[in-house]
T-cell receptor, first 116, second 113 residues
Framework: AQKITQTQPGMFVQEKEAVTLDCTYDTSDPSYGLFWYKQPSSGEMIFLIYQGSYDQQNATEGRYSLNFQKARKSANLVISASQLGDSAMYFCAMREPMDSNYQLIWGAGTKLIIKP | NAGVTQTPKFQVLKTGQSMTLQCAQDMNHNSMYWYRQDPGMGLRLIYYSASEGTTDKGEVPNGYNVSRLNKREFSLRLESAAPSQTSVYFC????????????FGSGTRLTVV
């Protein structure tokens, strides 16, 4: 079973509009973390935002915010006032305990295209 | 610049050839990772090293070997390349603070023909 599901393979959004990228997850561990990464066409993976399972408030980083709904097991990324440079692949990932370390489980990604 | 450096950036191999992907980080991170990225899929963990001197298998280790040469360097070796290993390979290292995930290298695009 998929542990991280990103249901939107691709999205087109008008510049300056807000955009929400969906992510649902599945875990039975009470301690977990959720990450969003951006991958522009150049290929590098850029960390955007993190939400811990015990965090009381939704995480925010500049124009990025994470809409964390624990009961629904969703961790949607919200980008406010989108810019052309936001066009990229976006990946949601979940940290799971693994022995003394941990690994990230990744979703398949959403391709976001911002239209001028 | 501080970060994770991967070499080479591009490589074409013939089936059966061997090669080593190099990775070095200068952030004094203990943990290092090798992932592969295939079209339409998220990253999948090949091998990881929790600390210098230790390595462990990830989700897709078959056909690969790794070496944690020292705290800075973590290499990935393909002993006999196969077309199924055509992929983009990412090396990453991890902050001690779990809130900040991984720092990634720029990737190696490998094609096996």
């Amino acid at each position: 079973a998929q542990k991280i599901t990103q249901t939107q393979p691709g999205m087109f959004v008008q510049e300056k509009e807000a955009v929400t990228l969906d992510c649902t997850y599945d875990t039975s561990d009470p301690s977990y973390g959720l990450f969003w990464y951006k991958q522009p066409s150049s290929g590098e993976m850029i960390f955007l935002i993190y939400q811990g399972s015990y965090d009381q408030q939704n995480a925010t980083e500049g124009r990025y915010s994470l809409n964390f709904q624990k009961a629904r097991k969703s961790a949607n990324l919200v980008i406010s006032a989108s810019q052309l440079g936001d066009s990229a692949m976006y990946f949601c990932a979940m940290r799971e305990p693994m022995d003394s370390n941990y690994q990230l489980i990744w979703g398949a990604g959403t391709k976001l295209i911002i239209k001028p | 610049n501080a970060g994770v450096t991967q070499t080479p950036k591009f490589q074409v191999l013939k089936t059966g050839q061997s090669m080593t992907l190099q990775c070095a980080q200068d952030m004094n991170h203990n943990s290092m990772y090798w992932y592969r990225q295939d079209p339409g899929m998220g990253l999948r963990l090949i091998y990881y090293s929790a600390s210098e001197g230790t390595t462990d298998k990830g989700e897709v280790p078959n056909g690969y070997n790794v070496s944690r040469l020292n705290k800075r360097e973590f290499s990935l070796r393909l002993e006999s390349a196969a077309p199924s290993q055509t992929s983009v390979y990412f090396c990453a290292s991890r902050e001690k603070d779990l809130n900040y995930g991984y720092t990634f290298g720029s990737g190696t695009r490998l094609t096996v023909v």
